[in-house]
């Protein structure tokens, strides 16, 4: 049972009261996980007296599982329950004892009140790139440079030709360049050259992650000189790839490239259905969560550098250097509000929409979660802790209104454009021509074994 102690503006504080069968059963599961897995000589597993296990384990182990078992459950049921979407919380638990009810305060710090402009109306705009033939061939065009073959040729450097190269000094070594691939100044070095001959390649100055490296030169022997083989576009072609034959390549090839397409499409949707939101937002958004946000952010590159090998005052220096940390820390303050500004929207969508996540639904993402991460869903609760888990939901509970809101738009722009068909074919004999769109990303789909 959880009840409002009291709210001043952004700032709560409630109670949650656990009934004393809440506590007992949560103790029941903590005792019969660790007699199933705690091993003790002289006792078969699940048979040695809680005194032998709390022995060899500790009373406070048993109490701490017990809490955060209770923490879990009952701070996110709380939240909901009390209509709350808490920013961050602080949790006081008070004593644990079995056969008796256990209570804890939560002091917080909700999200502002945020006002959407009317969206019901909005007409998106990005659409799923056009799939033409010129796109497909396109497509199989490059599987077929992917797959080429090199042998080796008795003739000068081609432009499209693979070289295996040996560098000179103590640093050097053997590696082959690809010239269609290479950078101009290698390319240029090595067209026209024969294997056996020693080439003295220019690099021009350049930047390479946090060095300048001044114009230099570097010799090289040509080892190996070999001619790209493409395949011919067949049924052979189509085999090597484990299709049964070149149509149905072709036709599970346009299918992956439509998916594609339309996943492009539905991301650009949301991203502008999102944007606008945030564009007619009225919020007065307070700058501790505009900070602590940044903050929770910085973290994350830190972490990010850390793992490497780059410790964050070394890379602070080198920024400073540059004369970059100011635009880093402006960059960082900048995208800190604009995610600020996405949760919130999101969060008032989803309000706004009444939309709920049942147990159910939670419970079976936590699971599909914890199995992705190779962990028990009980694992998975206690790393995370009762803010990561309202978390959380709290984002599946944005997620599912977005979806929501989503489907709304494309049934009202589904019925607007039904209507504008109509009233073209009434005034025009003449088809609309479709509009044409391409994209980089659907041109290199990787097909695999259908």
Do not use: C
């Not at 804890?104 to 969206?119: H, I, N, R």
């Not at 360049?177 to 350049?206: C, F, N, Q, S, W």
């Not at 090597?240 to 439509?258: G, Y």
């Not at 940044?294 to 973290?299: C, I, L, Q, T």
């Amino acid at each position: 049972m959880a009840e409002l102690m009291s709210r001043e503006g952004n700032k709560v504080e409630f109670k949650v009261t656990v009934p004393a069968a809440e506590v007992n059963r949560a103790y029941d599961q903590v005792w019969a996980g660790l007699a199933r897995d705690v091993r003790v000589p002289g006792f078969r597993p699940g048979k040695a007296p809680r005194k032998v296990i709390e022995g060899r384990v500790g009373k406070g182990y048993v109490e701490q599982e017990v809490r955060d078992r209770l923490l879990q459950t009952h701070y996110t049921q709380a939240a909901r329950e009390l209509k709350l979407s808490l920013v961050d919380a602080t949790i006081d638990p008070q004593t644990l004892q079995s056969g008796q009810s256990f209570e804890f305060m939560v002091k917080g710090e909700t999200y502002p009140e945020v006002k959407l402009a009317d969206w019901s109306g909005l007409q998106l705009s990005a659409a799923a790139p056009e799939i033409t033939d010129e796109v497909l061939e396109r497509t199989l065009s490059d599987l077929r440079e992917r797959n080429a073959t090199f042998e080796s040729a008795e003739r000068p450097i081609e432009a499209s030709d693979q070289v295996t190269i040996e560098e000179e000094g103590e640093d050097g070594g053997s590696y082959p360049v690809y010239l269609d691939v290479a950078e101009a100044h290698v390319r240029d070095a090595l067209l026209g050259k024969t294997k056996g001959d020693t080439v003295t390649i220019t690099v021009p100055a350049h930047s390479h992650g946090d060095h300048e490296h001044p114009e230099h030169t570097v010799t090289v022997t040509v080892v190996d000189v070999k001619t790209k083989q493409l395949q011919e576009l067949n049924d052979e072609f189509a085999s090597s790839l484990n299709f049964d034959s070149l149509e149905r390549l072709r036709t599970d090839l346009k299918a992956e490239l439509e998916r594609r397409a339309q996943q492009e499409g539905d991301a650009g949707r949301r991203e502008e259905f999102i944007t606008a939101l945030v564009d007619g937002m009225e919020a007065d958004i307070p700058q501790a969560l505009l900070d602590r946000r940044r903050e929770s952010m910085m973290e994350e590159i830190k972490d990010d550098l850390g793992r490497q090998g780059v410790k964050w005052d070394e890379y602070e220096s080198f920024m400073q250097e540059q004369g970059k940390l100011d635009d880093f820390l402006a960059d960082l303050s900048k995208n800190a509000e604009t995610r600020v500004k996405r949760d919130l929207v999101l969060e008032r969508l989803a309000e706004d929409l009444k939309v709920q996540v049942s147990d159910a639904e939670f419970n079976q993402t936590m699971n599909a979660l914890a199995q992705a991460n190779g962990l028990s869903a009980a694992e998975l609760s206690k790393q995370l802790g009762p803010n990561g888990i309202n978390s959380y939901y709290i984002s599946l509970t944005r997620e599912k209104g977005l979806q929501q809101a989503m489907t709304q738009l494309a049934g009202g722009q589904s019925e607007q454009a039904s209507t504008a068909e109509a009233n073209t074919a009434e005034a025009s004999a003449e088809p609309a021509a479709p509009e044409s769109a391409g994209t980089e990303a659907t041109e290199q789909a990787d097909i695999t074994e259908s």
